[in-house]
């Protein structure tokens, strides 16, 4: 049983091993790669993201549908928001009453929405990698966020340059 149980997480691992770069290629073929510092101000109707690149900044976006952004992992600070072409360890959006935020974690860390002002919300758990949380925002006014980065058991190390990003993201609803 022992020997069932080492070779199926052997598999994960290997699985693992392979997706996330395969993962990492297909998307930059896709979405390219810079290493520019950028702020990018959008309009982004329906966006999706599972990027991985080096920008570092922030953006503004507003839409009339719901959103998302994807924490992402590179090798220079560990991780980065993306909200399809940028990706930034600051994020503002504006977002309009009853509107909602789908947060997607690509990286290879769970990671835990803490809010630090603004209306209060209820928030989900710590997400695991391809996890997603979905926020409601439902009262006007600015709300602020961060993320805590937890370890994740049976990941693989992956070296980084640097400290950890300290992700940010400021959502005014108006």
Known sequence: MKGLKALGIGFGV???LFAVPAAAIALL??????????TANTT??????TGMGGMTGSATQTSAVADQLTI???QKGCHLWSN????MTT????M?????????NQD???????????PAMMLGGAMKTGQTQSLSFTNPGTYKFDTKSLPMKGMPEAETIGPDNMLRLTVIVA
């Open 84 to 87: 399809g072409t940028a990706q």
């Open 72 to 74: 992402v992992h590179v």
């Open 91 to 94: 994020m503002r959006l504006t």
């Open 14 to 16: 290997v699985g693992l």
């Open 44 to 49: 982004m109707p329906g966006m999706s993201s």
């Open 29 to 38: 073929l896709t979405v390219g790669h810079d290493n520019q510092s950028t």
């Open 96 to 104: 309009k009453p009853g509107q909602m935020l789908r947060i997607m």
């Open 108 to 118: 290879l860390d769970m990671h835990r929405v803490m809010q630090l002002s603004g």
